[in-house]
């Protein structure tokens, strides 16, 4: 694919793709289409790339555009629990000193294709349909796709909407997961912080929590949208949402998220994952959050979970939730 191009999936079932090259930004135009990629800690980077030519298509046209691709064969490594175990106890330590409540390490799976991935990643994410949005960023023969659940941020005017989406459990768990202690108090620590992020900025409705179902696994939602008192601009949004505690330190301060940075390097995360990754169309803006893709370089594939670690975590738990969201993003390629 030697080729750049990036695409969203849109709450309304229209895809918006943008084709390179791209000339970065440091703000939308006034007119047109933008994609906003930067990485999880956000190193200064331009975030907005302006594609060359864009187009607007229904989801099913888009899906269509990129079929027919065989399933991608990848020798997979099993990733080495060392690694993370070290990585949770430090975590567990620094949550029983008082310096954080809950933060999300991620640990990335290895693999290797015979033929460059890029085409067949493609193929498989633009084919997965709501609730489910599919993304992703492709130049030349590296990238990142994938099709996520959680929708950062939707800006019409002055509406807003977001989510809180965190806990996980398999599919067949689900009427014990509806009264877990734990994930009910680690979705409430995402829904809560989003609330106090944004309760200042307009009239806010947080809707009841509910389970939200997605093949072989099952997660916590609550919607929460926003009539804003005044036009906001999309990146100083972000800044105010980003990361949630669904991705992120809680609390987030310099210190709390310079330690996920590191645990993150440590661990391999590539820097996309978890980020916000959004597109801005003519004065409307919509973000997701970067998570259940793939990322690649030439024949190199990496696949990365995160998990959300709080008091009541405990090890063993935690690696199975990892290997149950690798195994949900694998089932797109099949």
């Known amino acids: 694919m030697a080729e750049s191009f990036a695409w969203l999936a849109r709450r309304d079932g229209t895809v918006v793709l943008g084709r390179g090259p791209f ?26 790339q302006i594609p060359e030519r864009f187009e607007r298509l229904p989801a099913l046209d888009f899906s269509k555009r990129f079929a027919g691709k065989n399933p991608l064969r990848i020798a997979w ?10 990585v949770f106890q430090e975590i567990m330590t620094s949550i029983g000193q008082g310096l954080i409540e809950k933060t999300v390490p991620v640990v990335t799976e290895r693999g290797v294709s015979k033929v ?4 067949f990643i493609v193929a498989a994410m633009a084919a997965q349909a709501a609730p489910l949005h599919s993304y992703g960023w492709v130049s030349g023969d590296s990238g990142f796709s994938g099709a996520t ?10 509406h807003l909407a977001t989510m809180a989406l965190a806990g996980t459990a398999r599919q067949e768990d689900e009427e014990v997961f509806g009264v877990d202690e734990k994930e009910i108090r680690e979705h409430e620590y995402v829904a809560q912080t989003l609330v106090a992020k944004l309760l200042d900025l307009g009239s806010l409705c947080r809707q009841e929590r ?7 696994i099952v997660h916590f939602l609550t919607g929460i949208t926003v009539d804003l008192e005044a036009k906001q601009e999309p990146r100083s949004l972000l800044r105010r949402l980003h990361p949630t505690p ?4 809680l609390p987030r301060t310099d210190q709390t998220m310079a330690m996920l940075a590191d645990w993150r390097e440590r661990l391999a995360c590539p820097a996309e994952f978890g ?5 801005w169309d003519d004065g409307t803006f919509e973000a997701v959050v970067a998570i259940r893709g793939l990322w690649w370089e030439g ?3 990496s696949l990365p979970a995160g998990c959300g670690i709080i008091e009541a975590s405990r090890l063993v738990n935690e690696w199975r939730e990892l290997r149950l969201k690798r195994e949900s993003v694998k089932r797109f390629l099949v």
Request: no cysteine; hydrophobic share 35%.
């Open 23 to 48: 000339r970065e930004a440091n703000s939308p135009p006034d007119s047109g289409v933008a994609f906003f990629k930067r990485s999880f800690s956000d190193r200064g980077e331009m975030p907005w």
């Open 77 to 86: 490594e099993t990733p080495d629990a060392i690694p993370f175990s070290q």
């Open 116 to 119: 460059p991935p890029g085409q």
């Open 149 to 158: 659940p959680e929708l950062l941020i939707s800006m019409q005017g002055l």
């Open 210 to 216: 509910e389970v939200l179902r997605l093949g072989s």
């Open 246 to 249: 669904a991705l992120g330190p």
């Open 275 to 279: 980020a916000p990754f959004g597109v």
């Open 299 to 301: 024949k190199q594939i």
